[in-house]
């Protein structure tokens, strides 16, 4: 039987080794600790390794010598089980570096407390960087957190290994409450309504558009609530609230034609991708519940639009 928070290593000429790995959250380390780390490692003849995830395993163990380990570290085991949030990855950010936009330190902590370990359909990894060179690799991590000067842009579905995936923006220019809140939110439907597979697969199979107008809608959802928009205008500002709810609802479903008869919230909803086409035709009242409730020929009769026009532009974009 595999020795409590171990992993095997190696079997050589049939004897085994192994490896503990302890909790390292954003691979930050004392020297204290690090003396410690050293002298277990040299206690019990192993290797001290720096793994991807921001960790040092020690392997070389003998499985009789594992509970002396931990007990000696004082450390908890970074591994749960196979399908948890395996682990947050966190560069230095604007703490410790000069081309830092970010606070990632803080964002990526606030991230391990909330979700390490953590059960998911498949294993999940998070990276948050605190400028665009990534060097928390946000573009293959399953949730990814990138700053810039104007806040937080939000990546999922990345991964590497065998099945390399390029990670999908969601959304931009987040506060740190708001990139908390949406990972929250993205995590939570990723447990609802995924199989066994990690959230990149989960895309792919249910389609990026589909995933992306959820989630937005339940963000900008819970932001008109707390924000309280008024009729006719918006209090999130810039930010567009569409109705919250997944796609079997309303008049659209994805893959529809945008009609005359479509309802502006059901198609902001379920193709966030127009709400740029919509500004553009001097439509700029996207926030408001009682605009949004128009069917498109109301609304373009309402603006003095050319019908046709806004409704080709609109289905050039799904
Ligand atoms: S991602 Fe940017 S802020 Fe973070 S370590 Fe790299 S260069 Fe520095």
Redesign the pocket.
């Known amino acids: 039987m595999l020795p409590k928070g171990a992993n095997l290593q190696k079997v050589r000429d049939g004897k085994k080794t192994y490896a503990v790995t302890p909790h390292l959250p954003g691979g930050f380390i004392k020297p204290d600790l690090m003396r410690r780390y050293a002298d277990v490692a040299d206690k019990y003849g192993g290797i001290m390794k720096v793994t991807s995830a921001q960790r040092i395993m020690i392997t070389g163990l003998k499985a009789e010598d594992i509970d002396k380990v931990w007990e000696d570290l004082d450390m908890q085991p970074a591994m749960g089980f196979a399908n948890c949030v395996r682990s947050v990855k966190i560069?230095?950010?604007?703490v410790?570096?000069?081309?830092?936009?970010q606070d990632?330190i803080k964002l990526g902590m606030q991230l391990d407390k909330l979700y390490h370990k953590k059960e998911m359909p498949s294993r999940l990894k998070i990276g948050v960087?605190?400028?665009?060179?990534?060097?928390?690799e946000v573009h293959v991590k399953d949730i990814g957190l990138l700053?810039t000067e104007n806040g937080w842009d939000v990546y999922v579905g990345g991964s590497a290994g065998s099945h390399p995936r390029l990670a999908n923006q969601v959304i931009e220019n987040l506060t740190e409450e708001q990139a908390l809140k949406i990972v929250g939110i993205i995590i939570a439907y990723y447990q609802k309504h995924a199989d066994i597979e990690r959230i990149g697969q989960f895309i792919d199979r249910i389609g990026f558009d589909k995933f992306k107008a959820d989630v937005l809608a339940t963000f900008y959802g819970e932001v008109s609530q707390e924000t309280e928009p008024k009729v006719g205008q918006s209090e999130a500002g810039d930010i567009i609230i569409p109705v919250a709810g997944g796609l079997t609802e309303g008049t659209l479903v994805f893959g529809d034609k945008i009609t005359d008869d479509s309802v502006i919230s059901d198609i902001i909803r379920v193709y966030p991708q127009t709400v740029p086409v919509f500004r553009s035709f001097g439509m700029g009242c996207l926030g408001c519940p009682s605009s949004t409730g128009e069917p498109v020929k109301q609304a373009a009769e309402i603006h003095g639009l050319d019908l046709e026009k806004l409704l080709v532009a609109l289905n050039q974009v799904i």
């Open positions: 560069c230095p950010g604007i410790f570096c000069k081309r830092g936009k990632s960087a605190g400028c665009p060179n990534s060097c928390a700053a």
